[in-house]
C-alpha cells in the first residue's frame, strides 16, 4: 500500500510523485493547542510540559516520529492550532484533520514562512486541515 504525498493549502491541493509506504508503526493524538516541543523525544510518548501529564501539542507530536523509525500518524482533533515557527518534519508522518472546515492550522511566521518545512528525509501526506497564513 502507498500514498501520494499531498500538500494542502488554503483552497489548493499540491501533489508530489514520490510514493509514500505507510505501515503507521505509531500514533500521537494532540491534546494541546500551545506550540511548545516535546520534552524528551523519542520516548514514544508526546507531552510538550515536564508536569502535568502528557500535554502533546502539534510541535511535540512532529517531534517524536521525528525520533522515531517507522511511519507514522498524528491524529489532530477539530480546532484551531497556531505555530510560532515552522516545524520541522524529517520522517515519514500522516497528519490526519477531523476535516478542512472543523481543523485549521495557522501560521503566525514572518512573511514567507510556512508551517511545515520537511527535511530531505522526510514525508509528509495531510488530510483534513486547513492552513491559514498570518503575515506579521
Known sequence: MFFLLA?????GTFYSTQPVHAA??????????????D??????????QPSGGDQ?????????????????????????????????????????GAGQDQTTITSDNEVGQTVFRVGTNGVM?????R???CHR
Open 24 to 37: 503507521p508503526a505509531a500514533t500521537f493524538t494532540v491534546n494541546h493547542a500551545n506550540d511548545v516541543p
Open 39 to 48: 520534552v524528551n523525544p523519542g520516548d514514544g510518548r508526546c507531552d510538550g
Open 125 to 129: 501526506m495531510v488530510t483534513g486541515i
Open 56 to 96: 502533546c501539542s502539534l510541535r511535540a507530536a512532529v517531534d517524536e516520529p521525528n525520533a522515531l523509525a517507522g511511519n507514522d500518524t498524528i491524529i489532530l482533533p477539530a480546532g484551531d492550532y497556531t505555530t510560532a515557527l515552522p516545524i520541522y518534519v524529517t520522517s515519514n508522518i500522516m497528519l490526519q
Open 7 to 11: 500538500l494542502v493549502t488554503g483552497e
Open 131 to 133: 492552513f491559514y497564513s
